[in-house]
Protein backbone atom coordinates (compact mmCIF):
# COMPACT_ATOMS: atom_id res chain seq x y z
CA UNK A 1 0.00 0.00 0.00
CA UNK A 2 1.13 3.40 -0.88
CA UNK A 3 2.18 6.05 1.71
CA UNK A 4 0.15 9.65 1.56
CA UNK A 5 3.41 11.23 1.58
CA UNK A 6 3.77 13.43 -1.54
CA UNK A 7 7.75 12.46 -2.64
CA UNK A 8 7.21 9.02 -2.44
CA UNK A 9 3.66 8.87 -4.64
CA UNK A 10 5.67 11.30 -6.85
CA UNK A 11 8.16 8.47 -6.97
CA UNK A 12 5.76 5.88 -7.50
CA UNK A 13 3.84 7.54 -10.53
CA UNK A 14 7.14 8.08 -11.74
CA UNK A 15 8.47 4.97 -11.79
CA UNK A 16 5.34 3.27 -13.02
CA UNK A 17 5.12 5.38 -15.94
CA UNK A 18 8.38 4.24 -16.97
CA UNK A 19 8.07 0.97 -16.51
CA UNK A 20 5.15 0.98 -18.85
CA UNK A 21 6.84 2.66 -21.42
CA UNK A 22 7.54 0.50 -24.47
CA UNK A 23 6.02 -2.71 -22.70
CA UNK A 24 3.69 -3.70 -25.19
CA UNK A 25 -0.25 -3.74 -25.27
CA UNK A 26 -1.44 -2.47 -22.44
CA UNK A 27 -5.33 -3.79 -20.77
CA UNK A 28 -7.00 -1.61 -18.16
CA UNK A 29 -9.75 -3.88 -16.70
CA UNK A 30 -12.54 -2.15 -14.68
CA UNK A 31 -14.96 -4.10 -12.27
CA UNK A 32 -17.82 -5.79 -14.29
CA UNK A 33 -21.24 -3.43 -14.83
CA UNK A 34 -18.82 -0.39 -14.50
CA UNK A 35 -19.92 2.38 -13.05
CA UNK A 36 -18.79 5.73 -13.16
CA UNK A 37 -16.07 5.79 -10.58
CA UNK A 38 -14.74 2.54 -12.50
CA UNK A 39 -14.81 3.99 -16.16
CA UNK A 40 -13.69 7.47 -15.23
CA UNK A 41 -10.72 5.82 -13.63
CA UNK A 42 -9.85 3.19 -16.47
CA UNK A 43 -10.10 6.97 -18.60
CA UNK A 44 -7.77 8.49 -16.69
CA UNK A 45 -5.18 5.73 -16.77
CA UNK A 46 -5.79 5.65 -20.64
CA UNK A 47 -4.94 9.06 -20.61
CA UNK A 48 -1.65 9.00 -18.21
CA UNK A 49 -0.46 6.23 -20.50
CA UNK A 50 -1.05 8.19 -23.54
CA UNK A 51 0.10 11.43 -23.30
CA UNK A 52 3.60 10.08 -21.03
CA UNK A 53 4.50 7.18 -23.09
CA UNK A 54 2.41 7.52 -26.36
CA UNK A 55 0.82 4.03 -26.18
CA UNK A 56 -2.41 3.35 -26.71
CA UNK A 57 -4.46 1.21 -23.49
CA UNK A 58 -7.30 -0.80 -24.26
CA UNK A 59 -10.17 -0.84 -21.34
CA UNK A 60 -12.30 -3.58 -21.19
CA UNK A 61 -15.18 -4.86 -18.77
CA UNK A 62 -17.20 -7.53 -18.05
CA UNK A 63 -21.02 -7.56 -17.91
CA UNK A 64 -23.05 -4.49 -18.97
CA UNK A 65 -23.08 -1.13 -18.66
CA UNK A 66 -26.92 -1.01 -17.31
CA UNK A 67 -27.39 2.14 -15.57
CA UNK A 68 -29.10 5.08 -17.92
CA UNK A 69 -27.17 7.37 -16.27
CA UNK A 70 -24.14 5.48 -16.92
CA UNK A 71 -24.84 4.93 -20.33
CA UNK A 72 -25.39 8.22 -21.19
CA UNK A 73 -22.41 9.13 -19.62
CA UNK A 74 -20.41 6.55 -22.28
CA UNK A 75 -22.04 7.62 -25.52
CA UNK A 76 -21.97 11.88 -24.31
CA UNK A 77 -18.29 11.42 -23.15
CA UNK A 78 -17.56 9.05 -25.98
CA UNK A 79 -15.56 6.15 -23.86
CA UNK A 80 -14.16 3.62 -25.37
CA UNK A 81 -14.30 0.64 -23.01
CA UNK A 82 -14.78 -3.26 -25.40
CA UNK A 83 -16.51 -6.08 -23.08
CA UNK A 84 -14.24 -8.36 -22.37
CA UNK A 85 -15.43 -11.11 -24.53
CA UNK A 86 -14.57 -9.83 -27.44
CA UNK A 87 -11.04 -9.64 -27.01
CA UNK A 88 -8.35 -12.02 -27.28
CA UNK A 89 -6.68 -12.20 -24.18
CA UNK A 90 -3.32 -13.25 -24.76
CA UNK A 91 -2.33 -9.73 -27.34
CA UNK A 92 -1.61 -8.20 -23.66
CA UNK A 93 1.84 -7.39 -22.20
CA UNK A 94 0.78 -5.37 -19.37
CA UNK A 95 -2.51 -5.78 -16.88
CA UNK A 96 -3.62 -2.99 -14.62
CA UNK A 97 -6.72 -3.21 -13.13
CA UNK A 98 -8.78 0.22 -11.73
CA UNK A 99 -11.41 0.29 -8.95
CA UNK A 100 -11.18 -3.37 -8.16
CA UNK A 101 -8.56 -6.30 -7.29
CA UNK A 102 -7.35 -9.84 -9.14
CA UNK A 103 -10.00 -12.75 -7.76
CA UNK A 104 -12.34 -10.51 -5.83
CA UNK A 105 -14.78 -12.08 -8.28
CA UNK A 106 -16.22 -8.61 -9.28
CA UNK A 107 -14.50 -8.73 -12.29
CA UNK A 108 -14.26 -10.91 -15.38
CA UNK A 109 -10.19 -10.99 -15.68
CA UNK A 110 -9.50 -15.01 -15.53
CA UNK A 111 -8.13 -15.16 -11.43
CA UNK A 112 -4.74 -17.32 -12.78
CA UNK A 113 -4.10 -14.72 -15.33
CA UNK A 114 -0.97 -12.32 -13.95
CA UNK A 115 -1.82 -8.55 -13.23
CA UNK A 116 0.83 -6.40 -13.18
CA UNK A 117 -1.14 -2.61 -11.87
CA UNK A 118 -3.58 -2.34 -9.56
CA UNK A 119 -5.15 0.84 -8.29
CA UNK A 120 -7.90 0.46 -6.20
CA UNK A 121 -9.83 1.91 -2.93
CA UNK A 122 -11.83 -1.33 -1.95
CA UNK A 123 -9.99 -3.28 1.00
CA UNK A 124 -6.70 -5.19 0.29
CA UNK A 125 -7.12 -8.52 -0.83
CA UNK A 126 -4.59 -10.82 -0.35
CA UNK A 127 -3.95 -12.06 -3.85
CA UNK A 128 -3.28 -8.09 -4.46
CA UNK A 129 0.28 -8.63 -3.02
CA UNK A 130 1.23 -10.56 -5.62
CA UNK A 131 1.06 -7.74 -7.97
CA UNK A 132 4.12 -5.25 -8.67
CA UNK A 133 2.38 -2.19 -8.93
CA UNK A 134 0.19 -1.44 -6.08
CA UNK A 135 -1.86 1.60 -5.26
CA UNK A 136 -4.54 0.57 -3.02
CA UNK A 137 -5.79 3.49 -0.69
CA UNK A 138 -8.83 2.50 1.10
CA UNK A 139 -9.81 5.51 2.71
CA UNK A 140 -10.43 7.22 -0.31
CA UNK A 141 -13.97 8.11 -1.46
CA UNK A 142 -13.61 7.39 -4.95
CA UNK A 143 -10.84 5.45 -6.88
CA UNK A 144 -10.93 8.36 -9.37
CA UNK A 145 -9.79 10.83 -6.94
CA UNK A 146 -6.85 8.98 -6.75
CA UNK A 147 -6.74 8.53 -10.58
CA UNK A 148 -6.87 12.54 -10.42
CA UNK A 149 -3.78 12.39 -8.61
CA UNK A 150 -1.64 10.79 -11.34
CA UNK A 151 -2.53 13.51 -13.60
CA UNK A 152 -2.12 16.13 -11.65
CA UNK A 153 1.37 14.69 -10.38
CA UNK A 154 2.41 13.39 -13.85
CA UNK A 155 1.04 17.51 -15.43
CA UNK A 156 -1.05 15.53 -17.65
CA UNK A 157 -3.52 18.05 -19.67
CA UNK A 158 -7.40 17.26 -18.19
CA UNK A 159 -9.83 17.53 -21.07
CA UNK A 160 -13.13 18.85 -20.69
CA UNK A 161 -14.64 15.06 -21.50
CA UNK A 162 -11.65 14.20 -19.01
CA UNK A 163 -12.80 15.94 -16.35
CA UNK A 164 -16.33 16.02 -16.36
CA UNK A 165 -16.13 11.76 -15.75
CA UNK A 166 -13.85 12.17 -12.90
CA UNK A 167 -16.05 14.78 -11.26
CA UNK A 168 -19.21 13.11 -12.25
CA UNK A 169 -17.38 9.89 -10.86
CA UNK A 170 -16.62 10.92 -7.54
CA UNK A 171 -20.32 13.06 -7.56
CA UNK A 172 -22.09 10.12 -7.58
CA UNK A 173 -19.12 7.75 -5.43
CA UNK A 174 -19.49 10.05 -2.35
CA UNK A 175 -23.00 11.21 -3.16
CA UNK A 176 -21.56 14.72 -3.53
CA UNK A 177 -19.19 14.15 -0.60
CA UNK A 178 -22.18 13.11 1.64
CA UNK A 179 -20.62 9.76 1.98
CA UNK A 180 -17.26 8.35 2.70
CA UNK A 181 -15.33 11.06 1.66
CA UNK A 182 -11.87 12.37 2.66
CA UNK A 183 -9.90 15.73 2.04
CA UNK A 184 -8.36 14.55 -1.50
CA UNK A 185 -12.34 14.17 -2.79
CA UNK A 186 -13.57 17.28 -1.57
CA UNK A 187 -9.81 18.86 -3.31
CA UNK A 188 -10.58 17.17 -6.28
CA UNK A 189 -14.31 17.48 -6.48
CA UNK A 190 -13.49 21.18 -6.33
CA UNK A 191 -10.82 22.02 -8.79
CA UNK A 192 -13.18 19.44 -11.86
CA UNK A 193 -16.02 21.95 -11.14
CA UNK A 194 -14.97 24.51 -13.08
CA UNK A 195 -13.21 22.07 -15.75
CA UNK A 196 -16.52 20.25 -16.67
CA UNK A 197 -19.29 20.49 -19.25
CA UNK A 198 -22.30 21.37 -17.18
CA UNK A 199 -24.65 20.57 -20.36
CA UNK A 200 -22.85 17.07 -20.96
CA UNK A 201 -23.46 16.47 -16.95
CA UNK A 202 -26.94 17.80 -16.61
CA UNK A 203 -27.84 15.42 -19.44
CA UNK A 204 -25.81 12.33 -17.78
CA UNK A 205 -27.45 13.34 -13.71
CA UNK A 206 -31.27 13.45 -15.23
CA UNK A 207 -31.89 10.87 -18.16
CA UNK A 208 -34.84 9.33 -19.88
CA UNK A 209 -35.41 5.92 -18.41
CA UNK A 210 -37.27 3.21 -19.38
CA UNK A 211 -40.54 2.12 -18.06
CA UNK A 212 -39.76 -0.82 -16.92
CA UNK A 213 -37.45 1.42 -14.69
CA UNK A 214 -40.56 1.82 -12.64
CA UNK A 215 -41.63 -1.14 -12.74
CA UNK A 216 -38.47 -2.19 -10.43
CA UNK A 217 -39.62 0.86 -8.04
CA UNK A 218 -42.84 -0.23 -7.85
CA UNK A 219 -41.62 -3.98 -6.85
CA UNK A 220 -38.92 -2.68 -4.75
CA UNK A 221 -41.30 -1.00 -2.44
CA UNK A 222 -44.37 -2.83 -2.57
CA UNK A 223 -42.34 -5.81 -1.44
CA UNK A 224 -39.93 -4.18 1.16
CA UNK A 225 -40.33 -5.77 4.68
CA UNK A 226 -38.86 -3.99 7.43
CA UNK A 227 -37.27 -5.55 10.23
CA UNK A 228 -36.34 -3.70 13.28
CA UNK A 229 -34.09 -1.04 11.53
CA UNK A 230 -33.54 -3.54 8.69
CA UNK A 231 -35.33 -3.00 5.47
CA UNK A 232 -35.26 -5.80 2.49
CA UNK A 233 -36.73 -5.97 -0.77
CA UNK A 234 -36.20 -8.66 -3.58
CA UNK A 235 -36.70 -7.47 -6.85
CA UNK A 236 -36.77 -10.95 -8.11
CA UNK A 237 -35.63 -10.67 -12.32
CA UNK A 238 -34.02 -7.82 -13.62
CA UNK A 239 -32.25 -7.04 -16.68
CA UNK A 240 -30.10 -4.83 -15.90
CA UNK A 241 -28.01 -5.36 -12.08
CA UNK A 242 -27.34 -2.13 -10.94
CA UNK A 243 -30.72 -1.52 -10.65
CA UNK A 244 -30.23 -3.13 -7.10
CA UNK A 245 -27.70 -0.68 -5.58
CA UNK A 246 -29.93 1.81 -6.85
CA UNK A 247 -33.09 0.81 -5.10
CA UNK A 248 -30.92 -0.10 -2.02
CA UNK A 249 -29.75 4.01 -2.47
CA UNK A 250 -33.57 5.05 -2.52
CA UNK A 251 -34.80 3.23 -0.03
CA UNK A 252 -32.16 3.99 2.50
CA UNK A 253 -33.90 7.32 3.14
CA UNK A 254 -36.51 5.69 4.75
CA UNK A 255 -37.25 6.98 8.45
CA UNK A 256 -36.35 4.41 10.94
CA UNK A 257 -34.34 2.54 8.61
CA UNK A 258 -30.17 2.16 9.01
CA UNK A 259 -29.47 -0.72 6.62
CA UNK A 260 -30.77 -2.17 4.04
CA UNK A 261 -30.45 -5.23 1.89
CA UNK A 262 -31.35 -5.98 -1.77
CA UNK A 263 -31.68 -8.66 -4.19
CA UNK A 264 -32.42 -9.62 -7.62
CA UNK A 265 -32.23 -12.47 -9.79
CA UNK A 266 -29.95 -11.60 -13.39
CA UNK A 267 -28.41 -13.65 -16.02
CA UNK A 268 -28.95 -16.90 -13.67
CA UNK A 269 -26.73 -15.38 -10.58
CA UNK A 270 -27.95 -13.46 -7.62
CA UNK A 271 -27.17 -9.65 -7.27
CA UNK A 272 -27.11 -8.55 -3.80
CA UNK A 273 -26.27 -4.56 -2.66
CA UNK A 274 -26.09 -3.58 0.70
CA UNK A 275 -26.38 0.04 2.53
CA UNK A 276 -26.18 1.63 5.71
CA UNK A 277 -25.91 4.39 7.06
CA UNK A 278 -24.34 3.35 10.81
CA UNK A 279 -20.78 4.26 11.04
CA UNK A 280 -19.78 1.69 13.54
CA UNK A 281 -20.64 -1.27 10.73
CA UNK A 282 -18.79 -2.03 7.53
CA UNK A 283 -21.31 -3.31 4.88
CA UNK A 284 -18.45 -5.06 3.22
CA UNK A 285 -17.51 -7.33 5.71
CA UNK A 286 -21.67 -8.04 6.67
CA UNK A 287 -21.97 -8.76 3.18
CA UNK A 288 -18.67 -11.45 2.84
CA UNK A 289 -19.91 -12.72 5.96
CA UNK A 290 -23.32 -13.25 4.64
CA UNK A 291 -22.61 -14.41 1.02
CA UNK A 292 -20.11 -16.90 2.54
CA UNK A 293 -18.71 -19.86 0.52
CA UNK A 294 -22.43 -18.97 -1.69
CA UNK A 295 -20.51 -16.61 -3.40
CA UNK A 296 -18.50 -13.22 -3.78
CA UNK A 297 -19.05 -9.72 -2.40
CA UNK A 298 -16.94 -6.83 -1.49
CA UNK A 299 -17.05 -3.43 -0.69
CA UNK A 300 -16.72 -0.29 1.65
CA UNK A 301 -17.80 0.72 4.68
CA UNK A 302 -21.26 2.06 3.72
CA UNK A 303 -22.12 0.55 0.66
CA UNK A 304 -21.38 -3.40 -0.73
CA UNK A 305 -22.42 -5.90 -3.21
CA UNK A 306 -22.20 -9.55 -4.01
CA UNK A 307 -23.11 -11.85 -6.39
CA UNK A 308 -24.62 -15.45 -6.02
CA UNK A 309 -24.29 -18.28 -8.88
CA UNK A 310 -27.69 -20.10 -8.54
CA UNK A 311 -27.30 -23.64 -9.69
CA UNK A 312 -30.56 -24.24 -10.58
CA UNK A 313 -33.47 -21.69 -11.41
CA UNK A 314 -35.89 -23.23 -10.13
CA UNK A 315 -38.24 -21.43 -7.77
CA UNK A 316 -37.72 -23.70 -4.60
CA UNK A 317 -33.96 -23.34 -4.71
CA UNK A 318 -33.86 -19.59 -5.03
CA UNK A 319 -36.27 -19.47 -2.48
CA UNK A 320 -34.41 -21.55 -0.03
CA UNK A 321 -31.65 -18.98 -0.65
CA UNK A 322 -32.84 -16.12 -0.08
CA UNK A 323 -34.14 -17.57 3.27
CA UNK A 324 -30.36 -18.71 4.24
CA UNK A 325 -29.22 -15.04 3.58
CA UNK A 326 -31.85 -13.76 5.41
CA UNK A 327 -31.07 -15.78 8.62
CA UNK A 328 -27.55 -14.81 8.16
CA UNK A 329 -29.01 -11.06 7.85
CA UNK A 330 -30.46 -11.34 10.66
CA UNK A 331 -27.64 -12.79 12.93
CA UNK A 332 -24.93 -10.33 11.77
CA UNK A 333 -27.10 -7.47 12.34
CA UNK A 334 -29.23 -9.11 15.77
CA UNK A 335 -32.34 -8.36 14.53
CA UNK A 336 -35.13 -9.46 17.10
CA UNK A 337 -38.28 -9.13 15.26
CA UNK A 338 -38.53 -11.59 12.11
CA UNK A 339 -41.70 -11.26 11.27
CA UNK A 340 -41.09 -7.56 10.09
CA UNK A 341 -43.49 -5.47 8.55
CA UNK A 342 -44.24 -3.99 5.35
CA UNK A 343 -42.75 -0.59 4.33
CA UNK A 344 -46.30 0.24 2.29
CA UNK A 345 -48.44 -0.93 5.43
CA UNK A 346 -52.31 -0.01 4.38
CA UNK A 347 -53.40 2.75 6.88
MN1 LIG B 1 -15.26 2.81 -6.71
Known amino acids: MLSNDPRLFRQFVNDLVEWLRGKGRILIVAHDAPDPDALASACALQALILVRTGQEAVITYGGVIGRRENRVMVEELGIEAVPIHLLDLDLFDVVCMVDTQPGVGNNAWPPERPVHVVIDHHPLREGTARCHWVDVREEFGACATILYEYLVVKGVYISTRLATMLFYAIKTETQDLG ?163 RLLSPR
Open 179 to 341: REWVKADRDAYQELIPLCNNHILARIVHPKVPQDYFVSFHRAMAGARIYDKVLVFDLHNVANPDIVAEMADFLLRAEGVETVFGLAECNGGQVLSMRTDREDLSAGTILRDIVGELGHAGGHGRIAGGQIPLASADAANRRRLVTTLKRRLFAALEVSNRRGQ
